[in-house]
């Protein structure tokens, strides 16, 4: 077919054409990047709302993490000054027996001898109950006297619980009479673990 359109005609047809080209390309890019666009901006807010969200939740994770070892810490101090205690506890009722029997073999009165001695819990620290015997009665009352003397530093009092003698001389016929004191530690005796401990230091 034989084309008989003047030149400028088809010039005018050709650049039509490529217009019309053109126009589709562009409306092409522009939909490319309209969509370009959107999901840009979805993923944008999707991560800023992650990262929100992330941050809340270090935030609650740090205070969590914060209570939790305030308490373990907490609860640690509690059980250190629960040990400490019991530790001074023990500590203040070990009695060192061999410093404590020297001293109170020269503080006995003559005629007498050390024949029991037990741990009790008076009311205002740690004491002993004391056995002794004696030869007579007025010996027996003497062991108080002695015990209680504070120049002895042995105990801040002991008091008299019994008093027996046995006079038919079955039991012990040289010693016939038992004294039973309660004696409390003075707060400042050589006597008790604890105390040796602050004396040397």
Not at 143 to 149: E, M, P, S, Y
Request: charged content about 15%.
């Amino acid at each position: 077919m034989i084309n008989l359109l003047p030149p400028d005609v088809k010039q005018s047809y050709r650049f039509a054409e490529r217009n019309v080209s053109l126009l589709r390309w562009t409306i092409t890019s522009a939909v490319i990047l309209a969509g370009v666009g959107i999901i840009g901006g979805y993923g944008w807010l999707a991560t800023r709302q992650a990262l929100g969200s992330n941050d809340q939740h270090v935030v609650a994770l740090t205070a969590s993490l914060k209570e939790a070892k305030l308490e373990e810490t907490n609860k640690r101090v509690s059980d250190i000054s629960s040990s400490l205690k019991l530790a001074e506890k023990v500590l203040g009722q070990e009695i060192l027996f061999s410093k404590l029997l020297k001293q109170m073999a020269t503080a006995l009165p003559n005629g007498t001898y050390l024949s029991g001695l037990n741990i009790s819990e008076v009311a205002d620290g740690s004491g002993l109950d004391v056995t002794v015997s004696a030869t007579n009665y007025n010996a027996a009352t003497q062991v108080q006297v002695n015990l209680a003397d504070k120049s002895n530093q042995i105990f801040a009092k002991a008091d008299i619980q019994n008093i027996a003698c046995d006079t038919t001389g079955s039991a012990n016929p040289d010693y016939p009479c038992k004294v039973v004191l309660r004696a409390q530690f003075s707060p400042n005796n050589q006597f008790l673990f604890i105390n040796q401990k602050q004396a040397k230091s």
